[in-house]
């Protein structure tokens, strides 16, 4: 039995020319395509005697999936008379079938032009509806999951693991997008009676095999992010009795003016303060309380972002707000003159206010389930007082 040998194309699937030359090249070099073909993308060869032989792929008139009919393979009468012809039938490629001769007599299949291009036109429509699928699952279902919230997924999982998977999701868009119109190129050459050139392979190889390099790079680091962001031994937060630092907006404590502060035990996430920094917001604080202090009970949520601009703070004032807006319980509060650029207030649940100035931002929640009762525009104001003073 020969020795088999794995060889990784050097072009992509639907350049038929280019990896026509290309398993040429490697029957001359004594690496014959196996009968397996490519598997996984991956090309299968059988090494021996070097040889001389033509390659043609003929684009595929039914799709060439394991699940299609004939497991992707073409009928078997076609394949019978390119034998008779001279020609083995060698496998599948993305949607070109493969067919290989050693025989410098045997004739050319499917010399019509016309009859090419309209194969190479099934295969384009086909490509077409994929990349349709491709489009609504890969771009605009997770823009709808995340509700076009783009600067609040961003800032929450963090701006750089967001481009990347911004590259992983709209690569394979790119690449269908490249292949359709290398298709219909080809088409219209043959179209035309030209035939498609041979590229040249080494400029070639080197800009597939580095794309492909930098997908999976990217691609790996996206994997790595999530797996980061959902270990649950990450620390979520220092503990507000180890914390030292000075919190630009009041704790708990002192919108009560009290120092006794008796934390309610519940999740690890609770009753911590989080630091971080991001390239699009160099300061961001996030707070979450839950206890009682003098004779108020109840809970504090504090989100505090230093954006790069206020454009950026006013672009993530509008996200959270459009976010409240979808929930079941959203009602609009009325809220004083906070002398701040921006307040929005709003009630789901429980009452929450949206404040920016400058490029600075809070959001506010504060639950009160005492008989001890902050009125509404006592802890507002004391909140826009913090924001101003940040700045100055």
């Known amino acids: 039995m020969a020795k088999q040998i794995y060889r990784l194309p050097p072009c992509p699937a639907w350049d038929a020319a280019a990896t026509e030359a290309w398993l040429e090249d490697m029957a001359a ?9 490519f598997f996984a993308g991956v090309g299968i060869f059988d090494h021996g005697t070097p040889r001389a032989m033509r390659f043609r792929l003929e684009a595929a008139a039914l ?3 394991l699940f299609s009919d004939n497991g992707g393979d073409p009928d078997p009468d076609a394949v019978e008379l390119s034998a008779r012809m001279g020609w083995q039938y060698y496998g599948s490629r993305g949607q070109f ?3 290989g001769t050693d025989d410098p007599d045997a004739v050319e299949l499917n010399t019509d032009p ?4 309209l194969s190479l036109q099934k295969v384009r429509k086909r490509q ?6 491709l489009i609504f699952w890969l771009l605009l279902w997770p823009l709808c999951r995340i509700r076009f919230a783009l600067l609040r997924a961003a800032l929450t999982g963090g701006s750089w693991l967001l481009v990347l998977l911004g590259v992983v999701l709209l690569w394979p868009i790119a690449d269908g997008l490249r292949e359709l119109h ?15 050139p041979r590229p040249k392979r080494r400029h070639q190889a080197l800009l597939h095999h580095g794309g492909t390099l930098l997908f999976l790079l990217c691609a790996v680091l996206c994997l790595w992010g999530f797996w980061r ?5 990450r620390p979520t937060g220092v503990p507000l009795s180890d914390y030292t630092g000075r919190l630009p907006f009041p704790r708990m404590e002192d919108l009560t003016g009290s120092t006794d502060f008796t934390p309610l035990d519940m999740s690890r996430e609770w009753n911590t303060v989080r630091e971080g920094s991001d390239p699009l917001a160099p300061v961001t604080i996030s707070l979450e309380q839950v206890g009682s202090c003098g004779g108020f009970s109840g809970g504090l949520t504090v989100e505090y972002y230093e954006l790069r601009t206020p454009f950026l703070a006013r672009r993530l004032a509008d996200e959270y707000m459009r976010l409240a807006k979808g929930g079941s319980h959203y009602d609009v509060l009325t809220l004083p003159d906070l002398g701040v650029d921006r307040a929005d207030g709003y009630t789901d649940l429980f009452p929450t206010v949206v404040l920016v100035e400058g490029s600075r931002l809070l959001r506010v929640t504060l ?18 007082r913090a924001l101003l003073a940040a700045g100055s």
């Open 29 to 37: 070099r004594g690496l014959c395509l196996s009968r397996d073909g």
């Open 63 to 65: 799709p060439t999936s």
């Open 97 to 99: 079938h493969i067919y």
């Open 114 to 117: 016309q009859v090419q291009a």
């Open 128 to 133: 077409r509806n994929r990349l349709m699928g």
């Open 182 to 196: 290398a298709l219909r190129t080809q088409a219209r050459r043959l179209q035309s009676g030209q035939t498609l």
């Open 229 to 233: 962001q959902a270990d649950p031994t």
């Open 367 to 384: 639950w009160q389930t005492g008989s001890s009762q902050i009125p509404l525009e006592d802890w507002t104001a004391a909140y826009a």
